[in-house]
């Protein structure tokens, strides 16, 4: 199994910047694929950004171009950079590890003022 624990979220002005993170520990070497979900109020949750291991990725059309994946192997970090962020972006976001079924954080709540 693995825990994923996320952190970053917060309240920021439109057209601001987060970065949040996903530290994973446990059996972090089966780890195949990592995501980003989000939820917003009265919606379901989407994807927002996969991340497989051989390096592709694969991003929600409303956030491409604004929203960068990356991870740090060392720390078992996945890290959701976000720019230039929208009302519309406002959710919870979780973050995924996938090693034969998926695994959730908790979440992490991002709020975008207009």
């Known amino acids: 199994q693995v825990r994923l624990v996320e952190s970053g979220g917060g309240l920021v002005q439109a057209g601001g910047s987060l970065r949040l993170s996903c530290a994973a520990s446990?059996?972090?070497?089966?780890?195949?694929?990592m995501a980003w979900h989000r939820q917003a109020p009265g919606k379901q949750r989407e994807l927002v950004v996969t991340f497989t291991s051989g390096d592709s990725t694969n991003s929600a059309a409303s956030v491409k171009g604004r929203f960068t994946i990356s991870r740090d192997n060392v720390k078992n970090t996945v890290y959701l950079q976000m720019n230039s962020l929208k009302p519309e972006d406002t959710a919870v976001y979780y973050c995924?590890?996938?090693?034969?079924?998926?695994?959730w954080g908790q979440g992490t709540q991002v709020t975008v003022s207009s």
């Open positions: 446990g059996t972090t070497a089966r780890i195949n694929a």
């Open positions: 995924g590890a996938n090693l034969g079924g998926w695994y």
